[in-house]
């Protein structure tokens, strides 16, 4: 121990060693998924404006978002390849470069199939930022933090989210539609800056002691292996554990489907809310889901705790929780209320992020470095196909039937996906001789 205080001093002589590192590497991951879901949400809150100034329909609105959700769906496995064959650093920093000028040059659509074609490159190069999750919590955390690290992670997915109705209602206000456009776009370029100049693995990171990279690497786990892209996807396809994880997922998904992109249009639609009051409100349910984001990782150690779970028992126990909780949507369709409502998907977003950030802590657990971006991308591939499907469904019927029976849809799906959670990756204790 002294010996490896000694190293560390002689280290800090030569350059600036930053205690906890991997925390603040973790933070700096966390402002580039903010960016990542502010450039994201910009259209839905736009879109009430979007479809009086472009003419747009609300079923040509639904693909718009389907070709972002399809786009999204078809690249987050090749994403996560790309990172796990030339690392995170260069993988993430060149997504995150091809979406911020794909929402810069949303200022310039003219018609709803211009916004889609935007839509849908933005859409392949956002897909990056599940897979990096799992790669950051992978490379910079030791096994018994990931579940604690997954949930401080997911705050970025809601968080930013949360902003983006009011950061969005003042550029619209200063700059109009168009120029709300180019804000979020420019800040996702000043992210890619930061993430450029600060980010580097640990083995390469000139501020990380040794103690700590000794402390990150205390589970001895096996160097990554890089398969060709298809022998990847093979070989995860034949794993039973990856559906327990893919299943939940693409259960989970049609909610925050909901909240990302059609919440601004059912408060529209339902209680004749305008831009102003929408951003009042709709910011309210990423808060919820930022925190649980938090909770979750910590509700994993309370399970540990009580009950004497494993990790990965306590890890699933904390996610079936999060879609009980998801129940609380399917009251959303027979309150009349809007305040209720937000309250209703409040839960719904804290039982959501809860379910999204244990699955993510699943696929670090379950699977090896080498995989782990690539799984995390054919996970969240299962989950925006359920997105895109639930999308297109919306843009069929809520004119025609309104929102109410897709809310109580969303409040029973979580439910199913538990059970297969529990099926296939819960572990069950040896039997006595």
């Not at 949303?106 to 190069?125: C, V």
Request: hydrophobic share 55%.
């Amino acid at each position: 121990m002294s010996q490896g205080i000694n190293n560390d001093m002689t280290v800090s002589k030569t350059r600036r060693v930053v205690k906890n590192l991997r925390w603040w590497m973790l933070i700096l991951f966390l402002l580039g998924v903010t960016v990542n879901y502010i450039t994201r949400n910009s259209l839905g809150i736009l879109a009430p404006e979007l479809k009086t100034s472009l003419g747009i329909t609300t079923e040509q609105y639904s693909w718009i978002v389907g070709a972002f959700q399809i786009a999204y769906t078809l690249f987050q496995p090749l994403c996560g390849w790309l990172i796990d064959v030339i690392g995170l650093k260069l993988g993430f920093m060149i997504c995150a470069s091809l979406w911020a000028l794909a929402c810069l040059l949303h200022a310039g659509a003219g018609s709803w199939l211009h916004l889609a074609i935007l839509r849908f490159f933005m859409g392949g190069a956002e897909a990056a930022a599940t897979p990096a999750n799992a790669k950051t919590i992978g490379e910079w955390f030791p096994k018994t933090e990931r579940p604690i690290a997954s949930g401080w992670a997911g705050v970025g997915f809601s968080i930013g989210a949360m902003l983006a109705p009011p950061i969005i209602y003042f550029a619209h206000a200063s700059f109009g539609w168009q120029g709300a456009f180019m804000f979020t776009g420019v800040l996702a370029m000043l992210w890619v800056v930061l993430w450029w100049a600060f980010y580097h693995n640990p083995e390469k990171h000139p501020n990380l002691s040794k103690s700590e990279l000794e402390y990150i690497r205390q589970d001895n786990e096996a160097p990554p292996v890089k398969l060709p892209f298809f022998t990847a996807l093979k070989t995860v396809g034949k794993n039973k554990r990856f559906y327990g994880i893919a299943i939940p997922a693409f259960m989970a998904e049609p909610a925050w489907a909901v909240f990302s992109f059609w919440m601004p249009l059912y408060f529209a639609k339902q209680y004749n809310m305008d831009l102003k009051q929408i951003a009042l409100f709709a910011w309210l349910p990423f808060l919820a889901a930022d925190l649980g984001s938090v909770a979750s990782g910590y509700l994993t150690r309370l399970y540990k705790r009580l009950f004497g779970f494993s990790r990965v028992n306590s890890t699933v126990a904390s996610s079936v929780t999060g879609a009980f909780m998801m129940i609380s949507l399917a009251v959303v369709a027979i309150t009349k209320d809007p305040i209720i409502a937000v309250v209703l998907m409040s839960i719904g977003g804290f039982g959501h992020q809860i379910i999204s950030c244990m699955l993510s802590a699943l696929v670090v657990e379950s699977f090896d470095k080498g995989q782990m971006a690539t799984v995390n991308g054919m996970r969240g591939s299962a989950a925006w196909i359920a997105s895109f499907l639930f999308s297109l469904i919306i843009g069929v019927t809520a004119d025609k039937i309104g929102f109410n029976p897709l809310f109580v849809a969303m409040g029973i799906f979580d439910l199913i996906g538990a059970c297969f959670l529990v099926a296939f990756i819960a572990e069950r204790r040896a039997k006595r001789a």
